[in-house]
């Protein structure tokens, strides 16, 4: 059985837990907030759970053996690099890092520790993302892409208001590309590979960082389109273009609706493809069997392609901000 302590105590934890102890695999076992009532109130339907209010008592908890870390962005490094040096794996909620040395550095000292380190994107781990990996042909079959994820943030209100929430501020490493680009961003370097170049076209707010924007990964043959935001919705489904048609999913984040429209047989045929209730739960089962089986080589193997994939990602990430000119704190490290 997991251990597991967190940092953060928002929705996305609460969901992240529950879907932990569906799997069976896990148990809370302690959790992090700089108040105690706050953490009390956080863990108190989790049964027997330890609460600590400084990091030091909370990654000295003996039984305590993995940490997942859904603080604001900025915090992330720091967090992941103590918890490694205390001997626990990290499970470190997207954007993981804000740059690539602090990517490679938490990588470097994971493998030198022998600690897992994980990027919670989950939806790289959905079943219904593989489905749609195993469906696309070659990449000279592809012909571009265009994937969306807008939605907008209730937090946006307070800029509009004047103030400066962590997920809209430069000293946190916020914005919309870090937040929700990342996942077309996943699934591009996932399904497609690295790209030749990565541009990001930013249409900035009040606090300096991207309220959306368009990006433009450019491989040998095609391009990927990419557009996201918080500060408005989209409802446009994402597609990929294939020589002989295309397939058509309802959003990049969740699949649960993929169909290919086959222009030369001029038919559409639907993969099968669903969601689970909680859509954590298959990166927090992934997760669990490499933690539990550290010795399986195929297990391993997978990880290590998952770490890879992370490290390309923040790289692109990088990259496309870099591009628009929205330089975050973290930058001058």
């Known amino acids: 059985m997991i251990q597991l302590g967190i940092i953060g105590t928002n929705w996305i934890t609460d969901q992240f837990v529950q879907a932990a102890h569906e799997t069976g695999k896990y148990q809370l076992a302690a959790v992090y907030s700089r108040?105690?009532?706050?953490?009390q109130k956080f863990g108190e339907k989790y049964g027997d759970?330890?609460?600590?209010?400084?990091?030091?008592?909370?990654?000295?908890?003996?039984?305590?053996?993995?940490?997942?870390?859904?603080?604001?962005?900025?915090?992330?490094?720091?967090?992941?690099?103590q918890g490694i040096l205390a001997g626990k794996n990290v499970i470190v909620e997207k954007p993981a890092f804000s740059t690539p040395n602090e990517m490679a550095e938490i990588i470097e000292l994971a493998n030198q520790k022998k600690i897992f380190f994980f990027e919670a994107a989950r939806n790289?781990?959905?079943?219904?993302?593989?489905?749609?990996?195993d469906?696309?042909?070659?990449?000279?079959?592809?012909?571009?892409?265009?994937?969306?994820?807008?939605?907008?943030?209730?937090?946006?209100?307070?800029?509009?208001?004047g103030q400066e929430p962590n997920v809209f501020s430069l000293h946190f490493s916020g914005?919309?590309?870090?937040?929700?680009?990342?996942?077309?961003?996943?699934?591009?370097?996932?399904?497609?590979?690295?790209?030749?170049?990565?541009?990001?076209y930013a249409q900035k707010i009040a606090t300096g960082v991207d309220g959306s924007g368009t990006g433009i990964l450019r491989y040998d043959h095609f391009?990927?389109?990419?557009?996201?935001?918080?500060?408005?919705?989209?409802?446009?489904?994402?597609?990929?273009?294939?020589?002989?048609?295309?397939?058509?999913?309802?959003?990049?984040?969740?699949i649960d609706e993929a169909e290919f429209?086959?222009?030369?047989?001029?038919?559409?045929?639907?993969?099968n493809v669903h969601q689970l209730e909680n859509p954590m739960v298959e990166e927090a089962e992934n997760f669990a069997k490499v933690i539990l089986n550290p010795t399986n080589h195929k297990l391993g193997t997978d990880y290590e392609e998952w770490v890879e994939l992370s490290r390309n990602v923040n790289q692109v990430i990088y990259d496309m901000r870099k591009s628009a000119g929205i330089v975050f704190d973290a930058d001058e490290k």
Do not use: C
Not at 136 to 160: C, E, T, W
Not at 230 to 246: H, M, N, R, V
């Open 175 to 200: 914005g919309a590309l870090v937040d929700l680009g990342i996942y077309p961003v996943y699934a591009a370097l996932a399904w497609f590979g690295i790209p030749k170049e990565s541009v990001y």
């Open 261 to 271: 429209h086959d222009r030369n047989h001029q038919q559409i045929k639907k993969l």
């Open 35 to 39: 108040r105690l009532e706050t953490a």
């Open 49 to 81: 759970v330890e609460y600590a209010t400084d990091l030091d008592t909370f990654f000295n908890i003996e039984h305590l053996n993995t940490v997942y870390i859904a603080s604001p962005n900025s915090l992330h490094f720091e967090q992941a690099k």
């Open 124 to 133: 790289i781990h959905e079943q219904a993302f593989k489905t749609v990996a």
């Open 223 to 254: 391009d990927v389109t990419i557009r996201t935001g918080k500060i408005s919705d989209s409802f446009q489904p994402a597609e990929i273009y294939l020589t002989d048609g295309t397939l058509v999913m309802n959003a990049i984040n969740s």
């Open 135 to 161: 469906f696309l042909p070659l990449k000279n079959h592809i012909l571009g892409a265009d994937f969306s994820f807008m939605k907008y943030s209730s937090r946006y209100d307070q800029v509009l208001a």
